[in-house]
């Protein structure tokens, strides 16, 4: 692939602006199609490990993401009864380094924001692969051609669904699914947390950043991610059911989640496929091999990815088949070492394990 080649990025969160970044440099023109109105606010921290700096280092913005650090101090084990049981190391959750996930993405759209075209508000209708390159119609703008695209929008990749085929197919259900929110710190938490695990259900609190806001977590096993299709009522009537017995915590958290203003809910699956590409068409990061939350390992994957992808379109010469082949045959083995760490600490969280 020359120089100028047009190229198109789906997702906007980590992986994709890391992507957009490396490749421009490389000389590529960008453009970045997000469906959220803006740089998306909020979710849980994100926490890096290994070679994952060395990708931070490489985009310019290692020394701003530290400055963001949450500085977790560790985890109180609670029983039952609500008796501490134990403690866990900062390292178990939060890595290396430990950022609110709202910094990360900021810090990567304003790196990339002149040099990048960002299409807010908008997502890919159809995808039509020819000899010369990808027809994209978009479900607002108008059609566009690009000689590359890549997918870097999460575990429901739109991407995915069009070039690869329906959910059902990559998805591999580890038996949790999970509401998360924040509340008041109302348990005066200081950069620590808080994990009750009985049966198939554990709460796990902690706060970091805002030392007013407790983050709350309610996960519990199940058999399908077929809740992440129901709408909120049916999604904490599910949560409801599986703590409305139980003790220390859970009713006043019950409470608050019915008055929470960023009440999320996703089951905990990873994506599994034969292949990362398909002609033109590749995947990274969530979308094309997430781990599951439980490995802790998103974000790493997604900046070891870019990089990996970057660095192989650049080697190959306009060849970006054998980029995607050697992205892949580099990548794969650390995302399959990850996948297994994944599925062996979905129990910690009340999940059922299952078999890779």
Not at 79 to 107: H, M
Not at 275 to 292: M, N, P, V
Request: proline fraction near 3%.
């Amino acid at each position: 692939m020359t120089t100028n080649s047009k190229v198109l990025i789906s997702g906007a969160s980590v992986a994709g602006p890391a992507l957009a970044h490396l490749l421009h440099r490389g000389g590529y023109q960008v453009t970045v199609v997000e469906r959220a109105p803006a740089v998306r606010g909020g979710g849980y921290a994100v926490d890096f490990r290994g070679a994952a700096f060395e990708v931070l280092d490489e985009l310019g913005v290692l020394a701003e993401v530290r400055e963001h650090d949450t500085k977790m101090r560790g985890t109180t084990l609670i029983d039952e009864t609500g008796a501490e049981t134990g403690q866990l190391p900062a390292e178990a959750f939060a890595g290396e380094l430990e950022v609110p996930k709202s910094d990360l993405t900021r810090i990567l759209h304003r790196i990339t924001a002149d040099d990048i075209e960002y299409l807010f508000d908008d997502s890919i209708a159809t995808l039509t692969e020819h000899e010369e390159g990808v027809t994209v119609e978009f479900e607002r703008g108008a059609t566009r051609e690009f000689d590359l695209v890549f997918g870097a929008d999460g575990i429901y990749s739109r991407v995915r669904g069009l070039a690869f085929g329906p959910h059902e197919q990559a998805l591999h259900h580890l038996g949790l699914s999970g509401a998360g929110f924040t509340t008041d710190n109302y348990l005066g938490l200081d950069h620590q947390g808080m994990l009750q695990f009985a049966g198939n259900a554990a709460i796990y609190l902690f706060s970091a950043g805002d030392p007013r806001r407790l983050t709350v977590s309610l996960s519990f096993a199940t058999d399908s991610p077929a809740l992440d299709r129901c709408g909120r009522d049916a999604q904490q009537d599910a949560v409801r059911a599986a703590f409305t017995d139980r003790g220390w915590q859970a009713p006043r958290l019950l409470a608050a989640m019915t008055e929470a203003e960023d009440f999320y809910f996703a089951s905990t699956c990873q994506v599994q496929l034969d292949s990362w590409s398909k002609g033109r068409i590749a995947l990274l990061g969530d979308a094309g091999y997430c781990a599951a939350p439980t490995a802790g390992m998103g974000t790493s994957q997604a900046l070891l990815g870019a990089r990996s992808l970057a660095r192989h379109l650049s080697a190959a010469d306009g060849d970006h088949r054998a980029a995607f082949a050697a992205y892949e045959a580099e990548l794969r083995p650390y995302v399959t070492e990850n996948q297994i760490k994944g599925r062996e600490a979905v129990a910690m969280f009340g999940g059922r394990t299952t078999e890779g």
